[in-house]
């Protein structure tokens, strides 16, 4: 599976945006989906998840109630709308894709393919 992500900008605090992950492969709708950022000088983090179905997602707490993870299976894409940012939020973003249990979807180390990151910059 290859990952492309795309969407991020600059956008000021309190705008919204919406990074999509295109997927190539006829097996995407198998994979659970995650969404991982890494911001300047710190660890990537876990973002959010969505089961290959999309019927179940998963958020960290710093993002919940702010960003919304999709998918649409048919167009081999998932996505990621942001709103609400916040300065904190700035980060380089990655779309990834794994066949481990659900249970896991919020460990990186359990993803399988990555995108190759798009940048989220949010303005005070």
């Known amino acids: 599976v290859q990952l492309q992500a795309s969407g991020g900008g600059l956008v000021q605090a309190g705008g919204s945006l919406r990074l999509s992950c295109a997927a190539s492969?006829?097996?995407?709708?198998?994979?659970?989906m995650g969404w991982f950022r890494q911001a300047p000088g710190k660890e990537r983090e876990f973002v959010a998840a969505?089961?290959?179905?999309?019927?179940?997602?998963y958020y960290s707490d710093s993002v919940k109630g702010r960003f919304t993870a999709s998918r649409d299976n048919a167009k081999n894409t998932v996505y990621l709308q942001m709103n609400s940012l916040e300065p904190e939020d700035t980060a380089v973003y990655y779309c990834a894709a794994t066949n481990s249990p659900w249970s896991k979807a919020t460990m990186g180390s359990v993803y399988d393919y990555w995108g190759q990151g798009t940048l989220v910059t949010v303005s005070s």
């Open positions: 969505i089961s290959w179905s999309g019927s179940s997602t």
């Open positions: 492969g006829r097996t995407f709708s198998s994979y659970v």
